[in-house]
């Protein structure tokens, strides 16, 4: 059974930046696609990047790109979000997942079958 860890959430103001790390155990982190989803009070779970299993291609949700980069160290089995220009409307806990190799839709909540706890983010205007 795969586990995963977030870690690197915090208190930040408007415009730093923060890095956040996903660290699975259990299997081979490498076999599949991994990603970052977060959720705020009130709102659904969001996509927020996603990494690829096979060639390392990144996708990224609207409110995010250019500001976001995901990213993934296959021998360590990790995978990291570098967030930049933070904005209040960022805050929300993120969760990383991994998807299993017969899901196909990269950007629903609903295609990752294993979730960290996740880790608080606040960003303070």
């Known amino acids: 059974q795969v586990q995963l860890v977030e870690s690197g959430g915090g208190l930040v103001q408007t415009g730093d930046s923060l890095r956040l790390s996903c660290a699975a155990s259990g299997r081979t982190f490498r076999l599949y696609t991994g990603g970052w989803f977060r959720q705020a009070p009130g709102k659904e779970r969001e996509f927020v990047a996603a990494?690829?299993?096979?060639?390392?291609?990144?996708y990224y949700g609207d409110s995010v790109k250019g500001r976001f980069a995901i990213s993934r160290d296959n021998a360590q089995n990790t995978m990291h979000l570098q967030m930049s220009s933070l904005k209040p409307e960022d805050t929300a806990v993120y969760y990383c997942a991994v998807m299993p190799m017969w899901s196909v839709n990269i950007y629903s909540a609903r295609s990752y079958d294993t979730w960290g706890q996740g880790t608080q983010v606040t960003v303070s205007s």
């Open positions: 990494v690829t299993r096979n060639d390392g291609s990144t």
